[in-house]
């Protein structure tokens, strides 16, 4: 095995915030020198990149690892790091985790109260404001594993970011792309028929316009479908939401900006080591999004899987 290495590792996504990435990092490097943080650079050159530039750098020694970017770029540069430790045997435990946050979609640092600036951000890795967060391990349909940083879900959710996420691989960016995800999902969404378990015990059984679980509470730019979650805490938090009238579902999106979606009374939520979400019918067998990242399609099992990493974490 090579020898453990002491400096940063940066990923960065030259695609991500619209474009502004290298605008931002290219001062953030000099912030960087400027508090004596070591460090090297890899840029990524196509989709999943990430990955295997982190795999090939938790190969190399190194411990440190940080993706520049947005959510996206986290949810890679995670997935290369547990993958790299599962198939090695090497603990979660060995690694720290950050992002400079220079991407579209920013929820991951709300969970860890890391702010969304560049400067502040370098302060934190140079003053090593660190905390731990929970992995979270995936298995969906044809056996394939993922790993979840932050929200993932079926229903609304995964369907909004396949809309999203097709738009940007044809170059288009812009908050504009989101308000048409979300606009043509809520009027061509169909309801699934899904049965939930939660630590083996079945929460929920029939049909459902939308499942979201949570290891940290904010997802789609801020909204807070699990707001009680925290990615230390060892649980996950759900949220189910049955198929219900239009007009009564609309009263209620107040409630996912206000942390108060909990208490709804149309909703199911609750807490929990693992879930497992079975398609009733063939039809019901949804996509499923990790992060704002399309994974593969029901069955599900998400569990804790007792590992933690280390990951940077601001002064709250």
């Not at 004596?36 to 840029?43: E, L, Q, R």
């Not at 020694?61 to 547990?82: K, M, N, P, Q, T």
């Amino acid at each position: 095995m090579s020898d453990i290495k002491s400096v940063w590792y940066f990923i960065v996504n030259p695609r991500a915030g619209s474009g502004k990435t290298m605008s931002e990092w290219v001062p953030a490097e000099r912030l960087l020198g400027q508090k004596g943080v070591p460090f090297v650079t890899a840029m990524t050159d196509h989709q999943a990149h990430a990955v295997e530039l982190a795999r090939q750098a938790a190969a190399q020694g190194y411990r440190r690892i940080a993706a520049v970017g947005g959510d996206g770029s986290l949810h890679e540069v995670l997935e290369g790091i547990c993958g790299w430790c599962a198939e090695t045997g090497t603990p979660t435990e060995d690694f720290c985790l950050a992002v400079v946050p220079i991407g579209s979609g920013n929820d991951w640092i709300k969970s860890c109260s890391v702010p969304d600036d560049v400067e502040a951000v370098v302060d934190l890795i140079a003053t090593e404001s660190f905390g731990w967060m929970d992995i979270v391990r995936g298995e969906c349909a044809d056996g394939h594993v993922a790993w979840m940083a932050n929200c993932g879900g079926i229903g609304f959710d995964s369907h909004v970011c396949e809309r999203v996420n097709r738009q940007k691989e044809r170059g288009m960016r812009g908050r504009m792309i989101y308000l048409d995800g979300l606009r043509h999902t809520v009027f061509h969404l169909q309801p699934v028929s899904i049965l939930v378990q939660a630590d083996g015990e079945q929460v929920f059984c029939g049909a459902a316009y939308s499942l979201a679980v949570g290891n940290g509470p904010y997802s789609g730019g801020g909204m807070r479908q699990v707001p009680l979650a925290a990615n230390d805490d060892g649980l996950l938090d759900y949220m189910i939401v049955p198929q219900a009238s239009l007009g009564s579902l609309m009263k209620e999106v107040p409630r996912l900006f206000s942390g108060t979606v909990h208490e709804s009374g149309l909703v199911r939520s609750g807490r929990c080591r693992s879930l497992q979400i079975a398609p009733l019918d063939e039809a019901s067998a949804d996509i499923i999004e990790f992060d704002g990242e399309m994974e593969g399609r029901l069955p599900l099992r998400l569990e804790l899987t007792g590992g933690r990493i280390r990951i940077l974490r601001g002064r709250a």
